[in-house]
């Protein structure tokens, strides 16, 4: 012991050494406001030293010196904050000096550390910030931090022992993800790391170019790296996250992803996560009693482990992080949080004779290959009796959704946790029909201009599920109010004279209906004998279910990949009968493309005395590439084109 304090001495003491020298003349070198436009704060330096144990321990000494720009950027910088996990980590904020521009230094007191629960919403896993307040400062002021965190990131089961538990629960393993983008600039970043010399480090940069060096001292490899002048990094309205773009370090004692995924099924079987107890044997046969099929009572299950668990995390002591809690536990208590819908559902799955294991996944961005633990979200795995395949389910993310898995996951990385091991996994492209947003009318508009209407729409898959949650996400009593809401946004003065739809609590029936009549006075602009109008499903109507809408189409050209909700289609008729047609003075022009973005078509055109309006239109995908941007923005801008595009009619003199 007295030898690895020593070795903590040294880290500090060169830690210390590397920045060692006129912090004066750093500071004033650095920069100013006008070297940074549209920064507050300036990165003079960000070093951190990461200590690895052979037991997978780690010990992590980070030293940062900011650089006041403006006035905000000393606001910013007036408390410094540093969260921390109890369950798995010990952090301490030991030294903060504020540098002022005069010359003069102040050390704070850091015995008036203070240690508080850090803020939360649906996740209460008794997870705690650091917190020292600076006070104010004014530009060209500096605050050196220095700071110490023992562990790692995710809870597991507890421990007795006081560093068991800060060992990563793959003991003897060690991995990090290590940004090297920031919001600020940064002049100088530097990641360090030693291991003994028993281990095998895997690492990648992805994103760009980051110096490295590797050397050998004594028993342990000795990796840096490092990066100079950093600035902020910008991003796209809509892209994907900065982690998939932006530059990262992965590194990695682990092999393999087959490894971890053995491991993980290791640690939850051991852990006798899926064990069913009587009351939840008989609760599953009372469910099943009128299944058919075996997607009858995988869907069942899988609805009533999203439905019956409620979201919530709270911490249940041993069987947090990677070891899901029992399902007897879930059963009781009804809430959790993704674990703990999965296995629920994973316990019921196998009391009803299926073969069915936990997954991890990133819901929102990428995994990369180097086996860093890069999870945020726990599902199901079942294996078919039909095809012996393993099909993924979401509890999580199907409560009032038809999906069993649901399609905002798409191109979405997973990793199961089999007895026979696999690879990182990337969830299917969903076929747009299968997200259909089909609307149908029949209009007729007055030489007064007055509007009356007969409308459909029915949807299906995920734009299913923003149609239903206009009445799953509300009190009964405003069900039909919410359809009216919709039908404003378009006129303030239209009149819902009619409305039904389907039971919106019965998703397993069929995709979700709703017939409405409406009567709008003044829709149309009557000049002279001409009306001027817009189709009434043109106008954007249900914009709730067609996210691409959102969309700045004002963007010429996109350097990053981009996202929508999911790939859907969109399907839309619409006949308007007007008086007696004498002339089409105006209307917008049949527009059409197909591309590996969207593929569309639309068309206003005169039958008799009547307009047909059709539009039509597949997004294939939930993450594009830059590519993917032209042809994606003709669709969407065109439609919005149309949402606001005005046709003129002359009509006969009655």
């Known amino acids: 012991m007295k030898q690895i304090s020593l070795l903590f001495l040294l880290v500090l003491l060169s830690a210390s050494l590397a920045f060692a020298g006129p912090y004066g003349d750093l500071i004033k070198k650095a920069g100013e406001k006008k070297d940074f436009p549209g920064s507050n704060v300036l990165l003079v330096f960000d070093s951190t030293h990461v200590v690895m144990m052979e037991t997978g321990l780690s010990h992590s000494y980070i030293h940062r010196l900011y650089k006041v720009l403006t006035p905000d950027g000393a606001k910013s910088l007036s408390v410094i904050k540093y969260d921390y996990d109890p369950l798995s980590a010990w952090s ?171 491991w993980f099924y290791g640690v939850n079987e051991d852990y006798k996560s899926f064990e069913a107890n009587d009351e939840i044997r008989k609760k599953v046969n009372e469910l099943l009693r009128n299944a058919r099929t075996e997607m009858d009572s995988v869907s069942i299950l899988t609805h009533w482990a999203g439905d019956e668990i409620r979201y919530l995390g709270v911490s249940m002591g041993k069987g947090e992080g990677y070891t899901l809690h029992s399902g007897a536990m879930n059963f009781t208590d009804r809430c959790g949080v993704c674990k703990d819908k999965a296995g629920m559902l994973i316990t019921m799955l196998r009391a009803a004779g299926f073969e069915a294991y936990p997954a991890m996944t990133m819901a929102g961005s990428r995994i990369d290959y180097i086996p860093a633990d890069q999870f945020n979200h726990c599902v199901t795995v079942v294996k078919s009796r039909a095809d012996g395949r393993y099909h993924l389910l979401d509890p999580t993310w199907v409560p009032f959704v038809r999906e069993l898995w649901s399609s905002a996951e798409q191109q979405q990385n997973y990793l199961m946790g089999v007895p026979e091991g696999a690879d990182l996994g990337e969830t299917p492209v969903s076929n747009p029909s299968n997200h259909y947003l089909r609307m149908t009318g029949i209009t007729s508009i007055s030489s007064d201009g007055t509007l009356e209407g007969e409308y459909d729409v029915m949807a299906e898959g995920q734009t299913d599920a923003a149609i239903r949650g206009m009445f799953t996400r509300a009190y009964v009593a405003d069900w039909t109010s919410n359809v009216e809401k919709e039908v404003l946004r378009i006129s303030p003065l239209a009149q819902l004279v009619k409305v039904s739809y389907d039971e919106p609590y019965n998703y397993l029936a069929g995709p979700i209906q709703i017939h409405f009549r409406i009567r709008i006075p003044e829709y149309a ?130």
């Open 92 to 262: 301490e904020i030991r030294s903060v000096t504020i540098y002022r521009a005069d010359g003069s230094q102040v050390v704070l007191d850091t015995t008036k550390v203070l240690d508080y629960p850090q803020p939360a919403r649906a996740i209460y896993w008794g997870a705690r910030e650091k917190m020292i307040e600076v006070g104010r400062l004014e530009p060209g002021d500096a605050v050196e931090v220095q700071l110490y965190r023992k562990g790692f990131t995710y809870a597991l089961l507890g421990s007795t022992d006081d560093d068991e538990r800060y060992i990563p629960p793959m003991k003897g393993h060690f991995y990090d993800i290590v940004p090297f983008y920031s919001n600020d600039p940064i002049l100088t970043k530097v990641y360090r790391v030693d291991v003994p010399a028993t281990k095998v480090l895997q690492y990648e940069v992805y994103i760009g170019e980051v110096t490295s060096k590797m050397w050998r001292s004594g028993d342990r490899f000795v990796y840096t790296f490092s990066k100079k002048d950093i600035l902020p990094f910008k991003s796209e309205p809509r892209s994907v996250d900065a982690s998939d773009i932006a530059p990262k370090l992965l590194l990695s004692t682990s092999p393999d992803w087959k490894s971890k995924s053995t």
């Open 525 to 654: 602009i009557v000049a002279g004998n001409e009306l001027i109008f817009t189709p009434f499903l043109a106008t954007g109507f249900m914009k709730r279910a067609m996210p691409h809408l959102g969309f700045d189409t004002g963007l010429e050209d996109r350097k990053f990949p981009f996202r929508d909700r999911t790939s859907h289609n969109v399907e839309i008729t619409e006949k308007i009968t007007l008086p007696a047609i004498k002339e089409l003075v105006y209307v917008p022009a049949p527009q059409s493309g197909d591309g590996s973005g969207a593929q569309f078509y639309g068309n206003i055109k005169r039958e008799n005395d009547a307009l047909k309006f059709s539009f039509n239109a597949a997004y294939p995908k939930r993450i594009y590439q830059p590519e993917d941007w032209s042809s994606f923005k003709k669709a969407v801008a065109y439609q919005n084109k149309l949402s606001t595009d005005q046709v003129i009619v002359k009509v006969k003199s009655e």
